[in-house]
């Protein structure tokens, strides 16, 4: 029942997700990461394809460099944070599958991103949200996890909201009732305790994080709990540039580059600006396209993610040639 040009099930995705890992064992590889407050798995997927030639090439460098390891540079990639934004995970997925039927159908753009990075793809961060908004028992524009905290009869906590960097400054809120209720504690939540914990087991070896939000076309990055420039500003700019470049060459479709607390609102908590403060070096919330809000055409998805891969080869090749 999972279909690629459709938004499916919690289930089916991480169903989807499993299969590929079993129908391409050399390529990918899905690990659970945690679990969330109703007990369902947090799925994530890795290709760990290794390319002979390239690999005894970059342990012959590692060895030149003196470096430990010849590793790959890995790439975090989230989506679903807010239960309400279904093109997030969708497009996630659509990557996903892009890149595999890429690799195999000798598309040297996506075969070369394959080859040089170790994805981690994490389609749903916040499943019982997901299953929730997709339920028809449930409210399509949820955005929260499902965590009871308190007593009120108020659910969930905003999982962007619950990072541990300049937790509980200004953009979240301490009441439970609220949209973006920030929680009890930082990482006080089931589904951003496990994905930090996963990312914190591999400090050092990130080269990008990208979370997927809607909507809005924009490339954001760190800072955002100020609108002071980071001191990386300028490298984070001109990257997103050519991202928002890469996108535009496919469908024309236009992105605002910008810093979160420069271009948007200050939200402290938030993924990003986390990932950057343990090191990730080039950090990114991406809001998709906006013509629809939510509730988002399927027929979206598919260019939404082609777009996007384009954009990853020309930001990739920029940092490359800056190095
Ligand atoms: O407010 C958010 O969490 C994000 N927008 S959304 O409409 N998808 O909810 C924006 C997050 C941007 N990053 C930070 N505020 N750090
Ligand atoms: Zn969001």
Redesign the pocket.
Known sequence: EFDITAYNSHESVNDYLDELSISYPDLVTTKIIGYTHQNRSIKILINTHIDSAMYVNSLLLAQINNQKSGAKPKVFIDGG??AR?WISPAVVTHMIHQLISGYYKGDDRLRSLVTKYEFHMLPILNPDGYVYSYSDHGIRLW?KNMNNVTTTNCTGV?L??NWDFHWAGR?GSRDECSI?YQGQSAFSEKETKATSDYILSYQGQWHSYF?F????QLI?F????TAAPNPDYEKHRSAAKSLAAGIKSVNNRRYTVGA??MI??????????WAYSIGVPYSY?L?LPDLFTFVVPTDVIEPTANELLQGLVEYFQLIEEED
């Not at 760190?222 to 709990?225: G, K, L």
């Open positions: 944070q807010h934004e955005r905003d962007n909201r953009g973006v979370s939000h809607s909507f809005g954001l760190p800072y955002s709990h979160v607390g948007l609102y200050e939200a402290s908590g938030s993924s990003e600006s919330t809001e």
